[in-house]
Each structure stands twice: as C-alpha cells, then as structure tokens.
C-alpha cells in the first residue's frame, strides 16, 4: 500500500501550523522505524499541483489545523465532491482529490485529520491547548500508518467527527 501524508498550514500563525508539525513528527517516527511505502509532504497549502501528487496512492490522509466546534481532533472522508474555494487555504483535499480523479483517472481513498487549533495569530508556535491535541492525534494516526487495513477497515474504527 502506498500512502502519503500531506500536512498543510502555516507555521507563522501560530495554530495553523498543525499539520506541518503532525507531519514532521511523524516523518521522523517512520524513518525510525524504517516503515516502507509511505511519504510525507509538508506546504502552507494544497494546490492543483497536488491532484498529480495523490495520484499514485493508494491513501492519502490529509492534516490540517481546524476552527471547528471538535474536542481534539477528528478524521473524516474526503470523497472528491468539493469545489475550489478561496479560503485560507486555497484548494480543499475534496478538490484536489476531484482533480486527481477527473485528471488522472485516479481516486485514492482519502481522509482529512483535523486537529483543533485556537490562537491564528502572525506568530511563530503552537498554543499549549493545540499541542495537547497535536500529542492526542499523533498516536492515533501512528497506529493508522503501522497496520492501515484494519484501522481503516471499518468506520466504528475512524473517530470521526
């Protein structure tokens, strides 16, 4: 199975900086334990570039800081029926993995881990609160990325939002 861990945000705003930490935590978690098959990204946002990058994969599981109403974080689908939409970031995984698809005739299964995040300020770090969830996340997502057909086998097993 070829995976790829794509985290987005930006670290200069503070909680936003989320899914680039995940990632590089998780990059060197993996090269320790010399996992084959997966691979990271890192980049302040998605982009139509992107669609080509997931093509390949057979998961992809983006990470992103979230302002939703969560309690740490949550995982979700990403099933390719979104738009492009100007936000703070500006093309969304469903986007992008609509692109691949209509694209490359490709549709990994994707997934979205949101991790709450509080503080968007232009400063560099997370708040305590976020780290606290980025340390909640990291062990979950590290169990997905050790043995990913039972952990993804069925949705009483995702903790969804």
């Given at each position: 199975?070829?995976?790829?861990?794509?985290?987005?945000?930006?670290?200069?705003?503070?909680?936003?900086?989320?899914?680039?930490?995940?990632?590089?935590?998780?990059?060197?978690?993996?090269?320790?334990?010399?996992?084959?098959?997966?691979?990271?990204?890192?980049?302040?946002?998605?982009?139509?570039?992107?669609a080509?990058?997931?093509?390949?994969?057979?998961?992809v599981?983006?990470?992103?800081?979230?302002?939703?109403?969560?309690?740490?974080?949550?995982?979700?689908e990403?099933?390719?029926?979104?738009?492009?939409?100007?936000?703070?970031?500006?093309?969304?995984?469903?986007?992008?993995?609509?692109?691949?698809?209509?694209?490359?005739?490709?549709?990994?299964?994707?997934?979205?881990?949101?991790?709450?995040?509080?503080?968007?300020?232009?400063?560099?770090?997370?708040?305590?609160?976020?780290?606290?969830?980025?340390?909640?996340?990291?062990?979950?997502?590290?169990?997905?990325?050790?043995?990913?057909?039972?952990?993804?086998?069925?949705?009483?097993?995702?903790?969804?939002?």
């Open positions: 199975m070829q995976i790829l861990v794509y985290g987005y945000g930006n670290p200069g705003r503070q909680d936003d900086g989320l899914g680039v930490a995940l990632v590089e935590k998780l990059e060197s978690w993996a090269a320790e334990r010399q996992l084959t098959g997966i691979s990271f990204e890192n980049n302040y946002q998605l982009n139509i570039e992107d080509e990058a997931i093509s390949d994969k057979d998961l599981i983006f990470v992103d800081a979230s302002r939703e109403d969560i309690d740490d974080f949550c995982l979700t990403v099933d390719g029926s979104g738009k492009l939409s100007f936000t703070t970031h500006a093309a969304s995984p469903d986007y992008i993995v609509k692109l691949c698809r209509e694209l490359f005739d490709s549709q990994p299964r994707a997934l979205l881990l949101h991790i709450k995040g509080y503080e968007w300020d232009l400063k560099e770090g997370l708040t305590e609160p976020a780290r606290d969830n980025l340390e909640k996340a990291e062990p979950y997502l590290q169990n997905i990325l050790e043995d990913p057909q039972p952990a993804l086998a069925s949705q009483e097993r995702l903790k969804t939002c």
